[in-house]
């Protein structure tokens, strides 16, 4: 076995300097009815060519978004991700080393981490931001539980234009630590009077901007209401890269900001992993969860990092802590990171105009198909159609004539007819004309 | 002036109606450098043994637990700021709080010095 | 002020250098600034096609200010990370005794599978008939969880071992309040991490901390006394955390189950029983399983990791969205609390779970084997049990007889050397070795848990156990001063963790006067 040094000789050796006569008496605390005593009935172990073959041919299955049009966002956005991302991510210092409670030998990680969060921080217009979640919709959960630590009161409203993976993630943390949620119906258009729910037990407002069906909002005067209500502002960004372009939430008066950091230096994964961020005001901090990245100096006065506050951590703190994480996103926040500093001021809002362009290039042209309306006002990179035919048909038609045209909004609600001709449609950098020509045409046979 | 002392390494110390509490000289040694507390807002009533404070050092966080019951009437602001004061000074400058006692009896059920001194030999046995 | 005294505190040094150097690097050493403090307006490391012209259509809302990000060239952005990686002290560089933790060696072939764009470009709300590959690979994950635990069912979605465990107390109070039983109390030995309480208090119980018995083990007799009818659950990690094996298992679960309770186990130390031990014979009811400690997807300096649950009968149904099924038109997912799905504890996470952790995961299952994973094991505790004896007589083994993955020592060895297991850990840097976990867990005084895992060879232990015998037999002849001080080699000493605490800096800010000197 490839992966194992043990020579047969090497254990015979080492058996008999422990003093036992054979592998079986180091497991003799084992209870005689769990040990397995013959193999498993699993294949037996392969050598990598053998292994990438049948990988492989799994991966072949998929049709992967490189291959075709492709306009699929809700959370989860393709960028173009520079090659010195994947290079630098994979070098072994970074990729094999653990969770950095040793700072004198990891003060590489960090460092980066200390950028991370000033990144973080900035982007979102924050004083401070942790070192990941695991994603944005746990990031979400998180908030709310925070904003109840802070506010000490136990009701959150949620937006009805929150992601609903996110809504759903909010419902079930709240279930089980005895949270209150105030949900309002999904759906795009109108206005939602979110200010009339807040009440005397409300910890929290969660809002999505853009929203999850692709509005762009001005959130400014919820804060006001929140804030004259002893409540805080959630909002919560799930395509992070907008922020090159719009008004942060830091600007609009939220206190926390969770957000999906997945568009930085991190690809689709099929869903995972992607790295959760979150931020808020300087305040609150003793409150946050997850690690934070503090600077010092050394025993000879040179600047350098180190974990800190920790004492709002698990592994201090046990069931008083601020949360239950440990392992969190490190390597997707070093991605992040790398991508960003790759981007620098000028490539980040260069590519966020460029999004958004293309974007809105799209989204003229697919509106002019006959049985297409394009219901935003203002958008980042993805926007929602209303199709004159159910939206999950003609994406799976689509699909067939080799466009990934975006997602049906009933994949999330299917119990909701009045939202079953919606299709969610994001355009990033990575589109082409083309792309956008090819899905404009077989649109319009498919609405035929 | 009276002081008394807990198990859990507070000090009490009593001043007409209301009583000073802090942490032991012991208690500050054991946790180390303190890098923050944690106090409780005025007004606030508190029962004995339960919490009434928070303190941390770098690696370690522990509750500072009301001695007696009451309400709190004074915090140290000045131990919040600078949390060192309670390392440098743990039985005077270092002092957390004020409570106007509910049950003045409770006071004199704590241990004396003598007790608490026993009590510290013990523990560190 | 140039970009490298920046990188200096500019406070004077407590005490010299080893050699003082003009530029303050140290050979392969090198001093490297924060990305802010290299900016140049205007300079990017992407080059982007030129924008259309259009109308902006971001509702009045763009941006009023600058952000304040740096820009930096390609080849400034390679050379500071790979100056930054040269800090760190990685498993590809060294043996990463790290206790509990499992710092194995990472196949590379893991990562080449993750990166095939059949799974890696492929999004998760694709149409089912376009990501069948993708599903089939989950499906094939999960049977292979299952067959090594014997367990029938297993959630895929958490995140990370303490969101398995999140899964697996949700679902526990599910199937609870499904019975109208509310229950208060989640048991949980002295030993164990410090995730089981917070995950615990997370689902609303209350923590009752159960001691451990002279051999490092539950005390029996302590856990009965503690349950009751409102225990809801125990939570026992198993290989434990002192490195031993649970041998009153069976009795444990029985007085867990006769109570009305669940049996949660932390599978954080699965690697040294997988392939060996079937956990469903051992009367647990759910188990996660950390993919990036047992089936060594990396660590990444902390995470991403995967933390399935495989689940007991009893709490299967109440298992997280999504899952994959396998019907007559293929794979696809139950999203929804439809019918087959209507007792689900619901949603944990976004999509479907970490992908990319799966890939790996099972790339490493199909390397080893049904027959590698077995020997796995065998060879995690040989080299366990081996450093145990070596170093017996001169370190202190905390409890008698044999240990399973990992062996614990306390700091009896220390005793009037006036070393303590911080010193002891920090020299151990300087001889070019991560330390062992220290101070965890904490039934024993000054813990030093020493993991060393199945990817070292015994020349690579030999020459460990080399070094440690060398620096207890120091710690005895008296050197504490040259203890105290360690680490001495390393591109840092020791920090100072309580003036990081005492006046938090968490994000670089732009200082008016470096900024001045600069330009």
Redesign the interface.
Same mark, same amino acid.
């Given at each position: #076995?490839?992966?194992?040094? &043990?020579t047969d000789a090497?254990?015979s050796? #080492?058996?008999a300097? *422990?003093?036992?006569g054979s592998?079986d008496?180091?497991?003799?605390?084992?209870?005689a009815?769990?040990?397995?005593e013959a193999?498993?009935?699993? =294949?037996?172990? #392969?050598g /990598?060519m053998a292994?990438?073959r049948?990988?492989?041919? #799994?991966? +072949?299955?998929?049709?992967?978004?490189?291959?075709v049009p492709?306009f699929?966002g809700?959370?989860?956005y393709?960028h173009h991700v520079?090659a010195?991302v994947?290079?630098?991510?994979?070098?072994?210092?970074?990729?094999?080393?653990?969770?950095?409670y040793?700072?004198? &030998?990891?003060?590489?990680?960090l460092?980066?981490l200390? /950028?991370f969060?000033?990144?973080v921080?900035?982007?979102t217009g924050m004083?401070?931001?942790n070192?990941?979640l695991?994603?944005?919709?746990?990031a979400c959960a998180e908030a709310v539980?925070m904003a109840g630590r802070v506010t000490r009161r136990n009701k959150a409203v949620l937006s009805g234009r929150l992601?609903p993976?996110?809504r759903?993630?909010c419902?079930?943390?709240a279930?089980?630590?005895?949270g209150n949620l105030a949900m309002q119906e999904a759906g795009p258009g109108g206005s939602e009077d979110l200010a009339a729910l807040i009440d005397s037990e409300t910890s929290c407002v969660v809002v999505q901007n853009p929203d999850f069906f692709g /509005?762009?909002?001005?959130y400014s005067e919820l804060a006001e209401t929140c804030h004259q209500a002893g409540a805080l502002l959630v909002v919560v960004v799930a395509e992070i890269l907008s922020?090159?372009?719009?008004?942060?939430p830091g600007?609009m008066g939220a206190d926390i900001v969770a957000a999906?950091g997945q568009s930085f230096g991190n690809?689709?994964?099929?869903?995972? =992993?992607?790295?959760g961020l979150f931020a808020t005001r300087e305040k609150f901090?003793?409150q946050m969860p997850g690690?934070?990245?503090?600077?010092? *100096?050394?025993?000879?006065?040179?600047?350098?990092?180190?974990l800190?506050?920790?004492?709002r951590?698990?592994?201090?703190?046990?069931?008083? +802590?601020t949360?239950?994480?440990?392992?969190?996103?490190?390597?997707?926040a070093?991605a992040f990171t790398?991508h960003?500093?790759?981007?620098?001021?000028?490539?980040?809002?260069?590519?966020a105009? &460029?999004n958004?362009?293309?974007a809105?290039?799209a989204?003229?042209r697919l509106a002019s198909v006959d049985g297409v309306t394009l219901l935003?006002?203002?958008?980042?990179n993805e926007f929602t159609l209303r199709l004159a035919r159910p939206a999950v048909a003609c994406?799976?038609e689509l699909?067939?004539r080799g466009v990934?045209a975006g997602?049906p909004v009933s994949?999330f609600y299917?119990?909701r007819d009045d939202l079953a001709d919606l299709l969610l449609v994001a355009v990033t950098?990575t589109v082409s004309l083309q792309d956008i020509d090819a899905l404009a045409a077989a649109l319009a046979e498919v609405m035929r | 002036m009276s002081v008394r002392y807990t198990r859990d390494h507070e000090w009490v110390r009593q001043e007409g109606d209301v009583v000073v509490v802090g942490i032991t000289d012991y208690a500050q040694s054991q946790l180390g450098d303190i890098v923050?507390v944690e106090l409780p807002e005025i007004g606030r009533t508190v029962e004995q043994g339960k919490e009434a404070a928070v303190v941390?050092?770098?690696?370690?966080?522990s509750e500072v637990y009301a001695p007696v019951s009451g309400e709190v009437v004074a915090v140290n602001e000045a131990i919040a700021d600078d949390p060192a004061r309670v390392n440098a000074d743990a039985t005077g400058e270092g002092w957390f709080l004020k409570l106007r006692l509910t049950e003045p009896q409770q006071f004199e059920a704590l241990m004396d010095e003598a007790a608490y001194q026993t009590f510290v030999a013990q523990e560190q046995h | 002020m140039n970009e490298w005294s920046q990188?200096?505190?500019g406070?004077?040094?407590?005490?010299?250098?080893p050699v003082a150097t003009i530029s303050?690097n140290r050979g392969l050493q090198i001093e490297?600034p924060?990305?802010?403090e290299q900016d140049s307006?205007?300079?990017?490391? $992407?080059d982007?096609?030129p924008?259309?012209?259009?109308?902006?259509?971001?509702?009045?809302?763009?941006?009023?200010g600058?952000?304040?990000?740096?820009?930096?060239s390609?080849p400034q952005?390679?050379r500071?990370?790979?100056?930054?990686?040269?800090?760190?002290?990685?498993?590809?560089?060294g043996l990463?005794p790290?206790g509990s933790?499992t710092?194995k060696?990472?196949?590379r072939?893991n990562?080449?599978?993750a990166?095939?764009?059949?799974?890696?470009? !492929?999004?998760?709300?694709?149409?089912a008939?376009? $990501?069948?590959?993708?599903l089939?690979?989950i499906d094939?994950l999960a049977h292979?969880l299952k067959?090594?635990t014997g367990m029938p069912a297993v959630a895929l979605s958490p995140?990370?071992?303490?969101?398995g465990?999140?899964c697996g107390?949700?679902t526990i109070?599910a199937a609870l309040e499904a019975r109208g039983d509310r229950r208060r109390r989640i048991l949980v030995p002295q030993s164990a991490?410090?995730?089981n309480?917070?995950?615990?208090?997370?689902?609303?119980y209350a !923590?009752e901390a159960i001691p451990a018995n002279a051999n490092g083990r539950v005390d029996l007799a302590a856990l009965k006394a503690a349950l009751g009818n409102d225990v809801a659950a125990l939570m026992l990690t198993n290989p434990n955390t002192c490195g031993?094996?649970?041998?009153e298992?069976?009795e444990i679960a029985q007085a867990v189950h006769a109570a009305g309770a669940f049996f949660y186990c932390d599978g954080a130390n699965f690697n040294a029983?997988v392939?060996?031990?079937?956990?469903a014979?051992?009367g647990i009811d759910a188990l996660h399983i950390?993919l990036?400690k047992t089936f060594s997807t990396?660590?990444?300096?902390?995470?991403?990791?995967?933390g399935p649950v495989v689940l007991a009968a009893e709490l299967a149904p109440y298992a997280?969205?999504p899952w994959v099924v396998h019907g007559e038109s293929g794979f696809h997912l139950v999203?929804?609390r439809?019918a087959e799905a209507a007792r689900t504890?619901?949603?944990?996470?976004?999509?479907?779970?970490?992908?990319?952790?799966f890939?790996r995961a099972?790339?490493y299952?199909?390397?080893?084997?049904?027959?590698?994973l077995?020997?796995?094991a065998?060879?995690a505790?040989?080299?366990a049990?081996?450093l145990? $004896?070596?170093l017996a007589d001169v370190l202190s083994v905390a409890f008698p007889g044999?240990c399973?993955h990992e062996v614990l020592f306390d700091d009896r060895f220390l005793k009037d050397t006036g070393v303590t297991t911080l010193d002891f850990?920090?020299a151990l840097?300087d001889e070019g070795y991560?330390?062992m976990t220290m101070y965890?867990p904490l039934v024993v005084h000054g813990a030093l848990l020493v993991e060393p895992t199945?990817?070292?060879?015994?020349a690579?232990l030999d020459q460990f156990i080399a070094v440690l015998r060398g620096l207890a037999a120091r710690a005895a002849a008296g050197a504490a001063e040259a203890f105290h001080?360690a680490?001495h080699l390393?591109?840092?000493?020791?920090?100072?963790?309580t003036?990081?605490?005492r006046k938090? $800096?968490?994000?670089?800010r732009p200082e008016p006067m470096h900024r001045q000197a600069a330009e």
């Open positions: #076995m490839r992966y194992l040094p &043990l090497d254990r050796d #080492m058996l300097a *422990v003093g036992v592998i008496a180091l497991f003799a605390d084992v209870p009815a769990a040990r397995h193999l498993l009935d699993l =294949p037996l172990a #392969m /990598e292994v990438e049948r990988l492989g041919a #799994m991966a +072949a299955r998929n049709v992967s978004a490189g291959s492709f699929l809700g959370g989860v393709r520079p010195a994947d290079h630098l991510i994979q070098r072994g210092e970074f990729l094999t080393s653990y969770t950095p040793q700072p004198e &030998l990891a003060q590489g990680t460092q980066y200390f /950028e969060q000033t990144q921080a900035l982007l004083d401070v931001a070192a990941s695991y994603d944005g919709a746990t539980a992601h993976h996110y759903a993630l419902e079930t943390y279930r089980f630590a005895g /509005e762009i909002r001005d922020l090159g372009a719009i008004l942060p600007e999906e690809a689709l994964n099929f869903g995972g =992993p992607h790295v901090v003793r690690r934070l990245v503090g600077e010092t *100096v050394d025993a000879e006065g040179r600047r350098g990092w180190v800190t506050l920790s004492t951590e698990q592994h201090i703190r046990r069931e008083k +802590a949360s239950n994480i440990c392992t969190n996103a490190g390597l997707c070093l790398i960003l500093a790759l981007l620098g001021e000028t490539g980040l809002t260069g590519l105009r &460029l958004h362009a293309t809105v290039q989204a003229e935003n006002d203002g958008f980042f994406v799976d699909a067939r990934l997602i994949r299917p119990e950098e | 923050y941390e050092s770098a690696k370690a966080a | 990188a200096l505190s406070k004077p040094a407590a005490d010299a250098a303050g490297e924060l990305l802010f307006p205007g300079r990017s490391g $992407v982007l096609p924008v259309p012209l259009g109308k902006s259509r971001l509702a009045g809302l763009e941006r009023r600058p952000i304040g990000l740096p820009g930096l390609e952005i390679v500071h990370f790979t100056r930054l990686s040269q800090k760190n002290y990685a498993i590809d560089s990463y790290l933790c710092m060696h990472n196949p072939l990562e080449k599978m990166r095939l764009p059949g799974f890696a470009d !492929v999004h998760p709300m694709q149409p008939a376009t $990501v069948q590959g993708a089939e690979l094939t292979w067959s090594l995140a990370a071992g303490a969101h465990e999140l107390i949700m109070r991490h410090g995730t309480p917070a995950t615990a208090a997370a689902c609303g !923590v031993l094996f649970e041998n298992i069976l029983i392939g060996r031990v079937r956990p014979a051992l950390n990036h990396p660590h990444g300096g902390g995470g991403p990791g995967s997280p969205l999203e929804h439809e504890i619901g949603r944990l996470k976004g999509f479907h779970g970490q992908m990319g952790m890939v099972l790339t299952m199909m390397s080893h084997g049904a027959d590698g077995r020997q796995v065998e060879d505790v040989l080299n049990n081996y145990r $004896v070596r044999i399973m850990a920090k840097i991560h330390p965890f199945e990817t070292e060879s015994k690579s001080a680490p390393t591109p840092r000493r020791r920090l100072d963790e003036a990081a605490a938090p $800096v968490l994000r670089w």
